[in-house]
């Protein structure tokens, strides 16, 4: 999908909302992008190529020229593993941009929401994990992630931090992977000791905007309700999409990988419940509603 990058929608005398949306071609800034469509804002889109987060006297100009009122970050090193073998690169992307842009955004009074993951925490445990737990990083993912929340915290007092887990929306993701494994295979081997809450950018994107709506600021978790494992993540996937296929359960010593996954990270929604309220669905109802309007 090409960028339609900086978009230029406003006209002298115009008091609407100024968002500028960093890493905007991903799966969560593609989905922000179609629900604040809706809305009256005027919307500044970047990726890379227009802003790369990591260069500092990029992000002071385009900010300082630009003057958001609200500055979303969807941009992140997101490969897991990838970021065992890129430190400098994972540390750049999770944990200096953020702060660029919170310091950029402070400057000219904007607000920052930045995006972080379940990854903070160590995922041994068997509790739900709200935003008053203790994050204990296992990957340089996590470490990078969560060196950006704080980051952000300390360069900007008006921010959003919005941790969200097994993410999926318009970009590659586990529902791809899986229904475009089954066109060439009959059997799918799926991992079923690691559990978690699989979240659609509709729900997360929808949090968001309200967060932002009502000044809300602080520490978020935000994941579709209910949990479950990858392999039962896998069977509903194919259950909704009609596809015949034979899932088969495996341990996660049975597929080893770089970076080291949590067995147990399902967040709870705490600060949503007690504050704006919790308003996504059950991660099966978000799922339907996704591969219904799946065209692969
Ligand atoms: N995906 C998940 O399962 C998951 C789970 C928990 C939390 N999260 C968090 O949720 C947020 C959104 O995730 P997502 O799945 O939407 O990510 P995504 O699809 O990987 O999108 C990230 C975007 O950031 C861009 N980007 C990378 N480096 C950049 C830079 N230096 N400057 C500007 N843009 C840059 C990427 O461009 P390129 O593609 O060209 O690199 C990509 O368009 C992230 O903060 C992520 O850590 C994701």
Redesign the pocket.
């Known amino acids: 999908m090409g960028l339609k990058a900086c978009t230029s929608e406003f006209i002298l005398g115009d008091d609407r909302m100024k968002i500028l949306i ?8 593609r989905e922000l992008q179609k629900q604040y469509r809706d809305i009256e804002v005027e919307l500044i889109l ?3 190529k227009e ?4 260069d500092v006297t990029a992000v002071n100009e385009f900010v300082s020229k630009n003057k958001p009122n609200v500055i979303i ?6 490969q897991v593993d990838k970021c065992e073998e890129q430190i400098d690169l994972a540390y ?3 944990a200096i ?1 953020p702060k660029n842009l919170a310091a950029a955004g402070f400057a000219v009074g904007a607000e920052i929401v930045q ?5 903070v925490f160590n995922g041994e445990g068997n509790a739900h994990l709200t935003e008053f737990d203790n994050a204990n990083p296992q990957t340089v993912y996590g470490t990078t ?1 969560l060196h950006g929340e704080n980051l952000v915290k300390e360069f900007n007092p008006k921010h959003y931090i919005v ?7 318009d ?3 586990f529902v791809k992977t899986m229904i475009n494994l089954s066109k060439n295979n009959s059997e799918i081997t799926v991992v079923k000791d690691q559990i978690g809450s699989p979240t659609s ?1 509709v729900d997360l994107a929808k949090v968001i905007i309200k967060l932002v709506d009502e000044k809300n600021y602080g520490l978020f978790h935000c994941t579709c309700k209910g949990e479950c494992s990858w392999y039962d993540f896998a069977k509903e996937i194919f259950r909704l999409k009609n596809i015949d296929v034979t899932v088969k359960p495996c341990k996660t010593e049975e597929f080893p990988r770089p970076a080291k996954r949590p067995k147990y990270s399902v967040l709870r929604n705490y600060m949503l419940e007690l504050t704006t309220g919790d308003i996504t669905r059950e991660w099966q109802e978000s799922l339907k509603e996704y591969i219904e309007n799946l065209d692969i």
């Open positions: 960093t890493g905007a071609n991903g799966q969560l800034g970047t990726d890379v802003l790369d987060i990591t970050n969807c941009a992140a090193h997101t750049k992307i999770n941009g995006v972080s993951t379940d990854y992630k941790r969200t887990a097994w993410l999926y929306g970009g590659n993701n950018t």
